[in-house]
């Protein structure tokens, strides 16, 4: 039975973080909202006037934009199954009984790639995919491939992204998978491997069903994190070269703080929050119905 | 017949193993190995793998190129930011566990929902209210808004963690005439101290890895170290060595602190929807 206090109690324990997030996190989206209605560059500070909607109307139309948001898409559309598919091999792997110490080691070191700072993270790609003096394309070599400008080429760096994504958060997947198949009771797993010797009959009917809260964790936050993803393209390429790698939230940053157009790239951050709401709430609907 | 069938697939498994080790570790001993060569070894091409190493980036870095008080920044804002997290995150997530009252599900939904909203909407509008009040490039400004982040990791564990602490405790000393905040601070509190331990590890992960606030928000006096990494790479000739050792002392903290919390940083990223 939960407690009924007084409303000073109540006040006194929630006020503080309720008023902090408020400040922190509410009152800069208004402050938002307000200049998206305006002109506003910070080097032209003379010309700044209200222009109701125009921004919005602006962003809506703009090819640039919507490219950002189909290279974002297309970002995820290619590394998130390519993460799935490696995440679920490897929790399958580590599911299995026996080498328990090798399995600890395993997953201590899949802990490191997702609490890399992910600025390091693109820089490091910068360093390992050099095309003269990479590791990788050294490793290519030996298997006979010619070096690779993938720093360079506006296709290649994208595929460098895509990797380095893939590098990053395929062990988160297979971390939040793995979670998801200590969940199927032992019992029903035992039963079902004494009646087949297919590993893939027992993961298509046993251990699936178990798994799809985690696969739906693992998209929504996936999207989520692709659509905030800034840090690593942007010390890896800087959105470039050209516009090759310009996620989302890169677009932004540029339009923002590299044109100084703060009027427009507010009504950019807008639009992409209404996108981002939408998700966070399918969400949530999915994961947290009971609530308490 | 059986037996060196499952020998062999153990020699299988273990290949695996130590593939997957290796495809996470490896970057980490290439980014450490170039950290300690010269720029004349780190350019030659092929990269070079045994080379006599040196501490001449560290040295340079730290002291030459300020990535020591951007280090020390780092600190200060992500300690203080978790303890403040900490300080007004626990009395709200005992309050969610705790008490009925209207309107939870919806202030609990607004908490989790911070996990959602990407920096770059809050990064300028911030960046001109700071402007206004003559906090920009100071550690309150970035210390004040990485709370979007750490108070609701705060308070999603711990509101976990309190639900998981028998009532009997309270109902016990509310006999006695303790106060509600005397049974939150002398009773509950203690005994919540793993998922606060939890909680604020994974704060101090998130604000030290923060890039975009610091980026836009501290540009000179209070940047932080993962801005300060951004801006070796802006001149002509990259130093490689230099980089590699700035991102080494960036990463090796918050990789200690990963594996200390490594049961719980899953948790943490998914804010709980995953065990």
């Known amino acids: 039975m939960l407690t009924r206090v007084s409303r000073r109690t109540l006040f006194a324990f929630l006020g503080p973080a309720i008023a902090a997030l408020a400040i922190v996190g509410i009152a800069p989206l208004l402050y938002a909202v307000w200049k998206s209605l305006h002109y506003f560059n910070l080097t032209k500070i003379a010309q700044s006037r209200f222009v109701g909607l125009d921004n919005y109307g602006a962003v809506l139309t703009d090819p640039v934009f919507w490219q950002a948001m189909g290279r974002t898409a297309l970002l995820f559309a290619i590394a998130v199954p390519v993460q799935i598919a490696l995440g679920l091999m490897i929790a399958l792997v580590l599911h299995r009984p026996g080498l328990t110490f090798w399995k600890t080691l395993a997953r201590l070191s899949l802990v490191l790639p997702m609490a890399t700072t992910y600025a390091v993270v693109g820089l490091l790609a910068q360093v390992m995919l050099n095309q003269k003096y990479g590791v990788i394309n050294q490793m290519l070599g030996w298997m006979g491939v010619d070096p690779i400008n993938f720093i360079g080429d506006p296709t290649n760096a994208f595929i460098a992204v895509v990797m380095w994504d893939i590098w990053q958060w395929t062990p988160f997947v297979a971390l939040v998978l793995l979670a998801g198949l200590s969940t199927v009771p032992p019992e029903i797993e035992e039963a079902a491997q004494l009646e087949t010797k297919s590993n893939w009959t027992v993961l298509r009917h046993v251990q699936l069903p178990f798994l799809i809260p985690s696969l739906v964790a693992v998209l929504i936050l996936r999207t989520a994190d692709t659509l905030k993803l800034f840090d690593m393209p942007f010390t890896m390429t800087r959105g470039g070269p050209g516009s090759a790698t310009e996620f989302i939230a890169v677009l932004i940053e540029r339009v923002g703080n590299r044109q100084f157009d703060i009027g427009m790239a507010a009504a950019q951050s807008i639009i992409m929050l209404a996108i981002t709401i939408v998700l966070a709430r399918l969400y949530i609907r999915v994961f947290y119905r009971e609530v308490r | ?275």
């Open chain 2, 1 to 275: 017949m059986a037996a060196p069938l499952q020998r062999r697939s153990l020699w299988g498994e273990a290949m695996i193993l130590i593939l997957i080790g290796l495809f996470c570790v490896f970057p980490f001993y290439w980014m450490v190995t170039t950290s300690l060569k010269t720029q004349i070894v780190a350019l030659e091409s092929p990269p070079v793998w045994w080379f006599t190493p040196t501490l001449a980036n560290y040295w340079e870095v730290l002291f030459v190129d300020k990535v020591g008080p951007a280090l020390i920044n780092s600190i200060i804002v992500a300690v203080c930011t978790t303890a403040l997290a900490v300080g007004l995150g626990t009395p709200a997530a005992y309050a969610l566990a705790r008490f009925e009252f209207r309107g939870k599900t919806d202030l609990w939904f607004w908490f989790i929902t911070n996990r959602f909203v990407s920096p770059v909407v809050l990064a300028f509008p911030v960046f001109l209210i700071s402007r206004e009040l003559g906090l920009r490039d100071t550690h309150l400004a970035l210390i004040l808004m990485y709370l979007t982040f750490t108070l609701p990791i705060v308070i999603w564990i711990c509101t976990d963690q309190f639900r998981s602490i028998p009532r009997e405790l309270d109902e016990a000393a509310m006999l006695e005439g303790a106060s509600q905040w005397r049974i939150f601070r002398s009773i509950c509190l203690p005994l919540a101290m793993p998922g606060v331990a939890v909680s604020s590890i994974l704060s101090f992960i998130f604000s030290w890895n923060e890039l975009l606030f610091a980026y836009i928000l501290a540009p000179k006096a209070a940047k932080t170290a993962p801005a300060m990494a951004v801006t070796f790479m802006e001149g002509y000739d990259v130093p490689y060595g230099k980089i590699m050792a700035t991102s080494t002392l960036i990463v090796v903290p918050v990789l200690i602190f990963a594996l200390l919390a490594s049961k719980h940083l899953v948790r943490g990223l998914t804010m709980g929807a995953v065990k």
